[in-house]
């Protein structure tokens, strides 16, 4: 049979697995049905895809040795991911004269298998798959490609639905004389989902076969099924104890689970049954697949320990206390004091804004990196603590973001013009209260004021003088405030470039690291 996928053979087929045979021209499936390659390992390829990611964006933060062994079960899982762990690979294993061969050609409906004489003369193993994709798992196990055969075809239709993903190996005869024989079952039996041991009435109790094998696969009854062939060749009135002496030889082999089923492949006799516990084989997940889910988990247990269950509180992340203490190391409330005193009108000059004290600086860096690194490991702390900056990279972004403040004490002009106009007015009021008093005098005056609006004018002077006052308090309330709102958002802008956004960069990295190991363990 050739190895080209657009290559057609004509294969005998034996309809329902009994009586005459006919030629057919077997052409492999147009598209995949996802046999061999599918679901399961399409999702256990994205599983080791995140396992990959999590090892990436931990980099150097991850344990050497975890890194290494972890990388080395990717390499190992991807590799048997490539050939697709949707298969199920079923063995026919058995000695000589055991009808293996016709066993396998009557469940796969084909006349395939070599059978006869010529059995016993070679060590290659004989493949069946129902579905495609199956030639680099073949290639794996190391069947040669004239040697394999895909089982669907057009003319199957569904028949066959209930075995698409099965890879059927006859093997060679274990009790050949020839060791290469035997070296070839030993290397495949452990790759295999189930394994099918064929026996015939009279080599049932071959000591090779139960002191080689079966009793060197106690544990195994669950993948495991014995098929007596050839039973017509035996008498009804005796088949039923032949039956149960050989469940006393597999219970003697430890093994007492495995289950037995009577079949003859001449005549078709229980392959029925036979074909439908494969189906039901077909239907669990294969060892491969087990195999593959069960490293993977493993690896993301050993990531998911380089990185802490969560990550600090948003409360942690707030920048308040920093800003405070920040702002108290550069003496913003005195300054915004000073400020109001000036533009109140009081005496001296309002204080150059920009020392920051180092150790206020170190007393809030110290205080933000206590919280924000509260619960990660200390690879992730230690790497949190040297991208942020340090207590003398961040003073001189505070103080560098200081000097844009301005600190202006200009006076209020509202409370200045007021202030003239209450000059003004009590000017006027004095005059008109002097020509009064002149005139009480004696003087001799030309024109008198009432007194009612030298009263007026001397009030609204007093009140001018007082709004004035209370302006000049307000504006002076106003500026002092202003410079400390715009000292804290200069500071406050400083600590989120400095402390806040390089803790975010390693926070978001951890949460993606974690994310990732919590995919790849599947709770993602």
């Given at each position: 049979?050739s190895d080209?996928?657009t290559?057609?053979?004509?294969?005998?087929?034996v309809?329902?697995g009994?009586?005459p045979t006919?030629?057919?021209?077997?052409e492999?499936?147009?598209?995949?049905?996802?046999?061999?390659?599918?679901a399961?390992?399409?999702?256990?390829?994205?599983?080791?895809d995140?396992?990959?990611?999590?090892?990436?964006?931990g980099g150097?933060?991850?344990?050497p040795?975890?890194?290494?062994?972890?990388?080395?079960?990717?390499?190992?899982?991807?590799?048997?991911?490539?050939?697709?762990?949707?298969?199920t690979?079923?063995?026919l294993?058995?000695?000589?004269?055991s009808?293996k061969?016709?066993?396998?050609?009557?469940?796969?409906?084909?006349?395939?298998?070599?059978v006869?004489?010529?059995?016993?003369?070679?060590?290659r193993?004989?493949?069946c798959?129902?579905g495609?994709?199956?030639?680099?798992?073949?290639d794996?196990i190391?069947?040669?490609?004239?040697h394999r055969?895909?089982?669907?075809?057009?003319?199957?239709g569904?028949?066959?639905?209930s075995?698409?993903?099965?890879?059927?190996?006859?093997?060679?005869?274990?009790d050949?004389?020839?060791?290469e024989?035997r070296?070839?079952?030993?290397r495949?039996?452990?790759?295999?989902?189930?394994?099918?041991?064929?026996?015939?009435?009279?080599?049932?109790?071959?000591?090779?076969?139960h002191?080689?094998?079966?009793?060197?696969?106690?544990?195994?009854?669950?993948?495991?099924?014995l098929?007596?062939?050839?039973v017509?060749?035996?008498?009804?009135?005796v088949?039923?104890?032949?039956?149960?002496?050989?469940r006393r030889?597999?219970v003697?082999?430890?093994?007492?689970d495995?289950?037995?089923?009577?079949?003859s492949?001449?005549?078709?006799?229980?392959?029925?049954?036979l074909?439908d516990?494969?189906?039901?084989?077909v239907?669990?997940?294969?060892?491969?697949?087990?195999?593959?889910?069960?490293?993977?988990?493993?690896a993301?247990?050993?990531?998911?320990?380089?990185?802490?269950?969560?990550?600090?509180a948003?409360?942690?992340?707030?920048?308040?206390v920093?800003?405070?203490?920040?702002?108290?190391a550069?003496?913003l409330?005195?300054?915004?004091?000073?400020?109001?005193?000036?533009?109140?009108?009081?005496?001296?000059?309002?204080?150059?804004l920009?020392e920051?004290h180092?150790?206020g600086?170190?007393?809030?860096r110290?205080?933000?990196l206590?919280?924000?690194?509260?619960?990660?490991?200390?690879?992730?702390?230690?790497?949190?603590?040297?991208?942020?900056?340090?207590?003398a990279e961040?003073r001189?972004?505070?103080?560098?973001?200081?000097a844009?403040?301005?600190v202006?004490a200009?006076?209020?002009?509202?409370a200045?013009v007021?202030?003239?106009?209450?000059?003004?007015?009590?000017?006027?009021g004095?005059?008109?209260?002097?020509?009064?008093?002149?005139?009480r005098?004696g003087?001799?005056?030309?024109?008198l004021?009432?007194?009612?609006?030298?009263?007026?004018?001397?009030?609204?002077g007093?009140?001018?003088l007082v709004?004035?006052?209370?302006v000049?308090?307000r504006?002076?309330?106003?500026r002092?405030?202003?410079?400390?709102?715009?000292?804290?958002?200069a500071i406050?802008?400083?600590?989120?470039g400095?402390?806040?956004?390089?803790?975010?960069?390693?926070l978001?990295e951890?949460?993606?690291?974690?994310?990732?190991?919590?995919?790849?363990?599947?709770?993602?």
């Amino acid at each position: 049979m050739s190895d080209d996928p657009t290559s057609t053979t004509t294969i005998p087929v034996v309809p329902g697995g009994d009586g005459p045979t006919h030629d057919v021209r077997v052409e492999p499936p147009a598209t995949s049905q996802g046999a061999v390659r599918g679901a399961t390992t399409a999702a256990l390829d994205e599983r080791v895809d995140a396992l990959d990611g999590a090892l990436a964006v931990g980099g150097a933060r991850f344990d050497p040795a975890v890194v290494a062994r972890v990388g080395a079960t990717i390499e190992r899982v991807r590799e048997r991911l490539a050939l697709g762990v949707d298969h199920t690979v079923v063995a026919l294993a058995g000695g000589t004269g055991s009808g293996k061969s016709s066993l396998f050609n009557a469940v796969s409906r084909l006349q395939f298998a070599d059978v006869g004489v010529r059995r016993p003369t070679t060590s290659r193993v004989t493949a069946c798959v129902w579905g495609a994709d199956g030639g680099p798992l073949l290639d794996w196990i190391g069947v040669e490609p004239e040697h394999r055969i895909e089982r669907e075809s057009l003319l199957d239709g569904d028949s066959e639905a209930s075995l698409r993903g099965l890879v059927l190996l006859d093997l060679p005869d274990h009790d050949s004389i020839a060791p290469e024989h035997r070296e070839v079952v030993d290397r495949v039996l452990p790759q295999v989902d189930l394994l099918v041991w064929v026996v015939d009435p009279q080599k049932y109790a071959d000591d090779a076969l139960h002191s080689g094998y079966l009793r060197r696969m106690t544990g195994r009854d669950a993948s495991m099924l014995l098929v007596l062939n050839q039973v017509d060749t035996v008498p009804p009135d005796v088949r039923g104890d032949l039956v149960a002496d050989v469940r006393r030889l597999l219970v003697e082999d430890g093994l007492p689970d495995v289950l037995v089923h009577e079949v003859s492949a001449v005549t078709g006799e229980g392959v029925g049954g036979l074909r439908d516990a494969l189906a039901g084989t077909v239907a669990r997940r294969s060892v491969a697949a087990v195999h593959a889910d069960a490293e993977i988990a493993d690896a993301a247990r050993l990531v998911q320990a380089q990185v802490a269950s969560r990550e600090p509180a948003p409360s942690a992340l707030a920048v308040g206390v920093v800003v405070d203490r920040l702002s108290s190391a550069a003496g913003l409330t005195a300054v915004g004091a000073a400020v109001a005193a000036a533009v109140r009108g009081g005496a001296g000059t309002p204080p150059r804004l920009g020392e920051v004290h180092a150790d206020g600086v170190g007393l809030a860096r110290a205080s933000w990196l206590s919280s924000v690194t509260q619960g990660l490991p200390r690879p992730w702390a230690e790497d949190l603590r040297s991208r942020v900056a340090t207590t003398a990279e961040l003073r001189l972004a505070v103080t560098d973001a200081l000097a844009h403040v301005p600190v202006a004490a200009r006076r209020s002009r509202a409370a200045t013009v007021l202030l003239l106009l209450a000059v003004v007015a009590g000017v006027a009021g004095l005059a008109g209260a002097g020509v009064l008093l002149a005139d009480r005098l004696g003087a001799s005056v030309s024109w008198l004021p009432p007194v009612a609006l030298v009263a007026a004018v001397l009030a609204l002077g007093v009140l001018l003088l007082v709004v004035s006052t209370l302006v000049r308090r307000r504006a002076a309330r106003t500026r002092g405030a202003r410079v400390v709102a715009d000292g804290r958002a200069a500071i406050e802008s400083a600590a989120r470039g400095r402390l806040l956004v390089p803790t975010q960069d390693v926070l978001a990295e951890h949460r993606h690291a974690r994310e990732l190991a919590a995919r790849a363990l599947g709770e993602g």
